[in-house]
């Protein structure tokens, strides 16, 4: 073993602990807060092959770490977040860092202000040490269709995956799964403890499964969307992913609640400081839609769904089959509706204020279509050219209301369910553990989308809070995540229900190849991917 | 500007060219017309067919009314006229990605409030949309308005003007107002023809509008113009508008049409572009004559939009929409609906009622409306209701009045003239507000009292009103004093002046003896004009008529 791989390991260790964990660390000392930073953008350089970050805050961070460290020192630390390296996706407002949502039409724009999800961590002493790639303003489920190419998934270089692959570390590799991506490989490749994602029809849910990391999709309006860059506005929240369950639940404790810039934000219910240690699962009415049994659906993934389903069981949960009918016809409802609020949502794009313009200048008009076609990749243009002609006079009834009408529906199924008595919902997350980005690419971003957020998008349409909880690892050795759904607001209910579940189930950490293979892998993908990005 | 700044409040973003330089010189809201009634009145067309109806003018308008408010409609950028450009743009104003709208209550109120003072149904839920379009001036690229459920439906603007020989007439009307929308108002493009280039000035981005739809039951300029009089005078009472058609608070658009009486109503044109109460009439007028007479000469009035020309006084086609604009509505998925609750007792439990709006509130918080002061002014004070709308348009005049009959014994309808005459006259002469004025309600009740108190007549006391404008700093008193102008009221003194001017008349006194009693008239100027106007004309015929009889 290599002197590199032996400063990896006490690294790993410490990495890889939770928020709670490791801000025991800080106050008892073990670590400083600087020294932590100073790891975790060691580490997100060592595993820039994984494309995981489009700018590194290195600077700032250091800043931040040092003011925490004082703090720290001192026994004054604000709260359980002082000092913790978080990273944040390209698409949420960073004051003076770069914000590109991974699109020429935002690369160089320098948002004046911090979006309030931020804002509200750094006023807790996070250190924000980087913002991380997605899919072009959000749009896709593999965080293959961003500008500054796709993310690599952590778990296509652990030990397990690399010793069954026959081919080359640089052909053979997973994606992340998305829009989220960045985030998610983030938490996943111990980065960073935490990691904002969006979430609109499970951009947060959907890497964090195939990361193998917890992502928390809250209750919409919990969370302000104040300075994320909207995808679609009545759907959008802010994802909060961890590496458990806890921790995401004490971020969504600090993040959540109104916000007087965003006048969709509501009053968070209360909440206990923290979740149960102990609590009595017998209480628990789980319910199984059979609906969700999808195809397409993979024998891993199925078995781990029936194992957890008789896990709970056998705790004394009462598990049932519930239906949901109209979920069927919720993916393209979502769709109308997404293109739609896609379309008006990048009108503003023009060109004139801020970002991409276009040297084309024989007319106003000229310059406004040729910006926003240098600016927007084909899966912007296509949502917004679809989104336009489903708004258009003469089609609105037949698509927007239409899928309005039958959003309302979707949610009446599961405001049905609930009422008859069950406490959450128990599905896959995705079809399947992570796929290769070879075989990914096959179909283009709008089949992609349709096949992996079917299990994840109606809860969006319903504003539900989901969680997704790593599980287990396929025979491949790639994480296999399970959803459980809450019912409004019971954001806090649902993530206790799932720290029962998290903890039954001791998801392994995640172990990289071999590092002398890493540190070639490293530099030779890092040659091949990184000339697109900054 | 560069890609990356967010440096858009300290300059202008550039535009290099554009493409149809009258299309943007003339932008405004383009707005949906509503067309639902003929009109009640009939304009006196110029040539007519004999056996069919006479054609008539159909008039409706739209009024965009900026709201007065310290802040914008969804931000916290303050609203000010003429301030430097680009120096009132929030982050949400210029669209930064990520920005959300925030409702200000204030705007509520005012719709609410104009709502209530035109007699509308406040809709206790409404909604806000999203229209879009591409515009330099419009950073969303959609305008928030309020297009299916809008804050105010059903009203009605009662409104008068004057007719007859001496336009002395007063003839009341009303019309209906289709609903009261609250939307955001555009930036500003100045265009650099020189340069070939846009500025853009987004200070007026996102302030507050009403935009008032009224039917189209109106027939002519002159209606047309009263009914926007009236409706300013009602903003301006209520402090919802400043209503300055001139700065740009309160912007009329006309849509005009002819047609057959009992017939379809006709292919509509929008008028743009006026920028005052008479340019609205004339262009009106204008129009109305203008597709009496295509039709009149075989051609067909085409659905267009027509900009104004004040010193032509006609109306031009002002751009070819490219086909037709489908502003892709769609509901605006960032605010939620907006609510207003009947009374404070029907705010439900863990709203706090100091933070919403209520309607009862406000109703009591409406002050006295211009068609109540006027049937006050007429009821209390005997005034001709011709009188009550001179008092009630201007601004503090109707205060003036009232002070100055309170200090005055006289009856009120006396007073008017002073006011409305002469105060008025040379205010209006000079361009004066009322508040300007050199003579102060004290000092013309002073001079009043004086020639209801015989002590100087009521021709001096015109004289000494001019005197009074030139120094207001004098004393009615001393004014009087130092040109000798008060009233000679010596019995003696007036018989020796009467008997003078009799015998300096033989012949006018033969003929008034003869029984011609009308060239007594002649004998008594005679008299004043010796007097220099300083005699009562009732002493002075009784004197006469006696010396003559």
């Given at each position: 073993m290599?002197a ?8 790993a ?7 709670r964990?490791v ?5 008892d000392?073990?670590?400083?807060a ?5 790891k975790c ?10 494309n995981?970050f489009?700018t ?12 925490a460290?004082n703090r720290?020192?001192?026994g ?16 949420f407002c960073t004051?003076n860092i ?27 002493g ?15 489920s ?5 500008v ?13 995956y690399?010793?069954?692959s026959?081919?080359?570390?640089d052909?053979?590799w997973?994606?992340?799964?998305g ?16 990691a904002?994602?969006?979430d609109t ?8 499964s ?5 992502a928390?999709k809250?209750t ?5 969307r104040?300075g994320?860059?909207?995808?679609v ?12 369950v806890?921790?995401a639940a ?5 993040m959540?609640g109104?916000d007087?810039?965003?006048s969709?934000?509501?009053?968070a219910p209360s ?19 059979k609906?969700?049994h999808?195809?397409g ?5 199925l078995?781990?769904?029936?194992r ?5 069981e056998?705790?004394g ?5 519930v ?7 919720s993916?393209?409802c ?27 200048d024989s007319?106003?008009?000229?310059m406004?279509a040729?910006?926003r ?24 009834d ?7 009408q ?8 599961f405001?049905n369910?609930?009422r008859s ?17 070879s ?5 283009d971003?709008?089949t992609?989308?349709?096949q992996?957020?079917?299990f994840t998008?109606?809860?969006?349409m319903?504003g ?7 599980t287990?690892?396929?025979c ?5 995540g ?14 206790t229900?799932a720290h029962?579940?998290e ?16 540190r070639?892998?490293?530099?030779s993908?890092?040659?091949?991917t990184?000339?697109i990005g900054? | ?9 300290r300059m ?6 554009y493409?149809n330089?009258?299309?943007s010189l ?5 707005i949906r017309?509503?067309?639902?009634s ?10 007519h067919?004999?056996?069919l109806?006479?054609?008539v ?12 408010s310290?802040?914008k ?5 303050h609203?000010r006229f ?25 705007c ?7 709502g209530?003072?035109?007699s ?5 839920k ?14 969303a690229?959609?305008q928030i308005t ?23 007439q ?12 609250l939307?955001?108002d ?7 023809d020189?340069r ?16 008032l739809v009224m039917?189209p ?8 113009a009263a009914?926007?009089?009236?409706l300013?005078?009602i903003?301006?009472?209520?402090g ?9 608070q309160l912007?009329?658009?006309a849509?005009v049409s ?14 743009k572009?006026?920028n ?9 007028d204008?129009?109305?004559?203008r ?9 067909t009035?085409?659905n267009?939009?027509?900009?104004f ?6 109306t031009?086609?002002?751009r070819d929409k490219?086909?037709l604009?489908?502003?892709r509505?769609m509901p605006e998925?960032?605010?939620?609906p907006l609510f207003?609750y009947e ?10 009622p100091a933070?919403?709006v ?7 918080q409406?002050?006295e409306?211009p068609?109540?002061?006027?049937t ?15 008092l009630v348009n201007?601004?503090?005049l109707m205060?003036y ?6 200090m005055t014994?006289?009856e009120?309808?006396k007073v ?5 005459k ?6 209006n002469?000079?361009s004066?507000?009322?508040?300007q004025?050199?003579?102060s ?10 020639v209801?108190?015989?002590h ?15 120094a ?6 001393q ?8 009233m000679?009221?010596?019995?003696d ?5 009467c ?7 033989p012949?006018?006194v033969q ?7 009308k060239v007594l ?17 009732v ?9 003559v009889?």
């Amino acid at each position: 073993m290599s002197a590199s791989s032996a400063a990896f390991r006490p690294v790993a260790a410490m990495l890889g602990l939770s928020i709670r964990e490791v801000s025991q660390a800080l106050r008892d000392g073990r670590v400083s807060a600087t020294e932590l930073c100073r790891k975790c953008i060691n580490q997100i350089q060592r595993t820039r092959y994984l494309n995981a970050f489009i700018t590194i805050t290195e600077e700032t961070a250091m800043e931040q770490a040092q003011r925490a460290h004082n703090r720290l020192r001192t026994g004054k630390p604000l709260g359980p977040l002082d000092g913790i390296p978080f990273s944040v996706k390209d698409n949420f407002c960073t004051e003076n860092i770069e914000t590109t949502c991974a699109s020429s039409m935002l690369k160089g724009y320098i948002p004046p202000f911090n979006a309030t999800v931020v804002q509200k961590l750094l006023d807790q002493g996070a250190v924000l040490v980087g913002k991380t790639n997605l899919d072009e303003f959000a749009m896709g489920s593999g965080s293959t269709d961003g500008v500054f190419g796709p993310v690599r998934n952590p778990w296509s270089y652990t030990t397990l995956y690399r010793e069954q692959s026959t081919e080359d570390p640089d052909s053979d590799w997973l994606i992340s799964g998305g829009s989220s991506g960045g985030s998610a490989a983030a938490v996943a490749s111990l980065s960073s403890f935490l990691a904002l994602g969006s979430d609109t029809g499970g951009s947060t849910r959907n890497p964090g499964s195939l990361c193998g990391v917890v992502a928390l999709k809250p209750t919409y309006g919990l969370l302000s969307r104040h300075g994320l860059i909207p995808l679609v506005n009545s759907m959008d929240v802010p994802g909060i992913m961890t590496r458990s369950v806890h921790d995401a639940a004490t971020v969504l404790r600090i993040m959540q609640g109104r916000d007087e810039r965003d006048s969709t934000t509501i009053q968070a219910p209360s909440t206990p400081p923290s979740l149960p240690e102990h609590f009595d699962i017998r209480d628990i009415r789980v319910g199984i839609p059979k609906e969700y049994h999808a195809l397409g659906l993979s024998q891993d993934t199925l078995d781990q769904w029936s194992r957890v389903a008789t896990m709970f069981e056998q705790a004394g949960a009462q598990v049932q089959e519930v239906s949901l009918p109209h979920t069927q016809h919720s993916i393209v409802c979502y769709h109308v509706l997404c293109c739609c609020e896609v379309a008006s949502n990048m009108a503003r794009f023009d060109g004139l204020e801020y970002g991409h313009r276009s040297t084309v200048d024989s007319s106003t008009d000229a310059m406004y279509a040729t910006t926003r076609h240098e600016g927007f990749n084909n899966v912007v243009r296509r949502r917004i050219l679809s989104g336009n002609y489903f708004l258009l006079k003469s089609n609105y009834d037949r698509y927007f209301v239409k899928a309005q009408q039958m959003r309302r529906l979707i949610t009446e199924d599961f405001t049905n369910v609930f009422r008859s008595g069950i406490d959450v919902l128990l599905t896959p997350t995705t079809l399947s553990d992570a796929v290769r980005y070879s075989d990914f690419i096959q179909e283009d971003n709008r089949t992609r989308s349709a096949q992996e957020d079917i299990f994840t998008q109606p809860v969006n349409m319903a504003g539900l809070p989901a969680v997704t909880i790593p599980t287990a690892l396929s025979c491949r050795g790639l994480p296999i995540g399970l959803q459980l759904i809450g019912q409004t607001l019971q954001d806090w209910k649902l993530l206790t229900v799932a720290h029962w579940m998290e903890q039954q189930l001791s998801f392994p950490v995640i172990h990289f190849h071999g590092d002398s293979d890493e540190r070639e892998l490293d530099r030779s993908v890092r040659e091949r991917t990184h000339t697109i990005g900054s | 500007m560069a890609a990356s700044s967010s440096g858009y409040s300290r300059m202008f973003c550039k535009l290099r060219k554009y493409v149809n330089k009258s299309q943007s010189l003339y932008h405004t809201f383009v707005i949906r017309t509503i067309w639902t009634s003929g009109s009640k009145t009939q304009l006196q067309p110029k040539a007519h067919t004999k056996s069919l109806p006479r054609m008539v003018g159909v008039v409706g308008l739209e009024i965009h009314a900026q709201i007065q408010s310290t802040s914008k409609l969804f931000s916290g950028s303050h609203v000010r006229f003429l301030a430097p450009p680009n120096s009132l743009v929030s982050h949400f104003d210029a669209s930064l990605p990520g920005t959300l709208p925030v409702l200000n209550r204030r705007c509520v109120e005012a719709a609410v409030l104009t709502g209530l003072a035109l007699s509308c149904t406040i809709n206790r839920k409404s909604l806000f949309d999203r229209k879009h379009y591409f515009y330099a001036d419009m950073p969303a690229g959609y305008q928030i308005t309020q297009q299916r459920v809008p804050i105010a439906v059903d009203g009605i603007l009662v409104y008068s003007h004057f007719e007859g020989r001496r336009r002395n007439q007063v003839i009341t009307r009303s019309v209906r107002i289709k609903q009261i929308q609250l939307e955001q108002d555009s930036g500003k493009s100045l265009h650099d023809d020189e340069r070939s280039q846009t500025l853009i000035d987004l200070n007026r981005a996102g302030v507050g509008l009403m935009e008032l739809v009224m039917e189209p039951e109106m027939c002519c300029g002159e209606e047309a113009a009263a009914a926007v009089r009236e409706l300013q005078l009602i903003l301006q009472a209520l402090g919802t508008c400043q209503a300055n058609m001139a700065e740009g608070q309160l912007r009329v658009d006309a849509n005009v049409s002819v047609h057959r009486p009992g017939e379809p109503l006709g292919v509509r044109t929008e008028v743009k572009n006026i920028n005052s109460v008479r340019h609205l009439a004339k262009a009106i007028d204008y129009e109305i004559q203008r597709q009496m007479e295509v039709l009149q000469s075989g051609g067909t009035v085409l659905n267009e939009t027509r900009a104004f020309d004040s010193k032509s006084g006609n109306t031009i086609p002002m751009r070819d929409k490219e086909g037709l604009q489908d502003y892709r509505f769609m509901p605006e998925p960032n605010l939620p609906p907006l609510f207003v609750y009947e009374s404070e007792a029907s705010v439900p439990a863990g709203v706090d009622p100091a933070q919403v709006v209520v309607i009862d509130r406000l109703s009591a918080q409406l002050p006295e409306l211009p068609s109540v002061k006027r049937t006050r002014l007429v009821e209390t004070h005997g005034i001709l209701q011709e009188h009550s709308f001179t008092l009630v348009n201007e601004d503090g005049l109707m205060d003036y009045f009232e002070s100055v009959v309170q200090m005055t014994k006289i009856e009120p309808r006396k007073v008017i003239g002073w006011v409305i005459k002469e105060l008025m006259g040379n205010l209006n002469s000079q361009s004066l507000k009322v508040s300007q004025s050199p003579i102060s309600p004290c000092a013309l009740a002073e001079l009043i009292n004086l020639v209801e108190s015989n002590h100087i007549s009521s021709s001096t006391a015109k004289q000494v009103f001019q005197e009074m404008w030139k120094a207001p700093e004098k004393k009615v008193g001393q004014i009087v004093k130092e040109q000798d102008l008060w009233m000679i009221n010596d019995k003696d003194e007036l018989q020796k002046i009467c008997q003078r001017v009799v015998d300096s008349h033989p012949e006018e006194v033969q003929i008034i003896r003869r029984g011609n009693k009308k060239v007594l008239n002649k004998l008594m100027g005679e008299v004043q004009r010796e007097t220099k106007g300083r005699t009562d004309p009732v002493q002075v015929r009784a004197i006469l008529e006696k010396m003559v009889s």
